[in-house]
């Protein structure tokens, strides 16, 4: 009998077509390599750091499990840091949000000069945190400052000595804070205002709402994501704060501006206690997931749905 089976052509491969499929593959693979190895690689070897007896040098013939963390705290340094760390961030994302909400409504009203009003306020974003800490340090110190020079000017009984002052110096960082991201978050309320639909806005005019209700019952709670946003970008740069404290009090007087970012430096360069300076970055890591992840389930689970 004759053979009836056919044999199925082969698909000719384009070997273009194979180079363009795993071209974006070459280009991302060598920076995918470097993420996983200096960004993920580097929070599994502190996690490893954090429960061994590390000193100087990493050291992991000396298992301590969680001895570390009981030291960290119990250790007064720590708890300062986050005490500081709370009042910083409430004060810092309550502050900014506030005065980016009022600029965004200000220049959302089309006055003139808006082109030249908006980049005014996003200039201090431009700078580092470096910068501003030290032009901060040199204004409100009272030997060159603000005080020395309202008293130059006949203001002579005038005082300004908070960067000098344990309780008061962390408020200090504060305000610096605030003038360096107001206008960022001025920036993301601006184009939250921008994207609200102007025909909601036209039929609460006709139905007579006034403007403050307009913004207060129908602006401001669609931009809720942008709030969302706005923290969420606010929060996790308070919890890092570090250059910015370094550059104005370097965590004085005494330890009364120390944050967790400067408590594990000073721990983990500075006094030789590598294990817990390890143990506070993984504390400092797992504040910042407890914000983006649910940020992230929220986004990610709210589109799927």
Known sequence: MADLTTTAPRAVTNPRATLQDLLPKIVLAPSFALILIFVYGFIVFTGFL???????????????????????????????ALKNLAIFSVLYIV????IGLALAIFLDQKIRGEGFLRPIYLYPMALSFIVTGVAWKWFLDPGIGLEHVMQSWG??????????????????????????????????????????????????????????????????????????????????????????????TDGGPG???????????????????????????????????????????????????
Not at 95 to 98: D, L, N
Not at 273 to 298: D, T
């Open 155 to 248: 203001w002579e009984s005038f005082s300004f000595r908070w960067i000098k002052e344990g309780q008061m110096a962390i408020y200090t960082i504060v305000i610096a804070a605030v003038w360096q991201s107001s206008g960022f978050v001025m920036a993301m309320f601006l184009a939250g205002l921008r994207g609200v639909d102007n025909e909601i806005i036209k039929a609460a005019q006709i139905d007579g709402a006034s403007t403050l209700t307009i913004y207060r019952r129908i602006i401001i709670p669609l931009m809720r994501p942008v709030f969302l946003s706005a923290f969420v970008v606010l929060a996790h740069l308070a919890i890092k704060s570090y250059d910015l404290v370094v550059a104005m």
């Open 255 to 305: 330890t009364a501006t120390w944050t967790p970012a400067l408590f594990m430096q000073k721990f983990t360069f500075g006094r030789n206690e590598m294990g817990m300076g390890a143990a506070s970055a993984i504390i400092m890591m797992m504040m910042i997931f407890a914000i983006i992840v649910p940020y992230l389930y929220s986004e990610l689970g709210g589109k799927k749905k």
């Open 50 to 80: 954090s429960f061994s007896g590390s000193k100087l040098l990493p050291d992991f013939s000396t298992w301590v499990g969680l001895n570390n963390y009981v030291r960290l705290f119990n250790h007064p340094n720590w708890i300062t």
């Open 95 to 98: 502050v900014c949000s506030f």
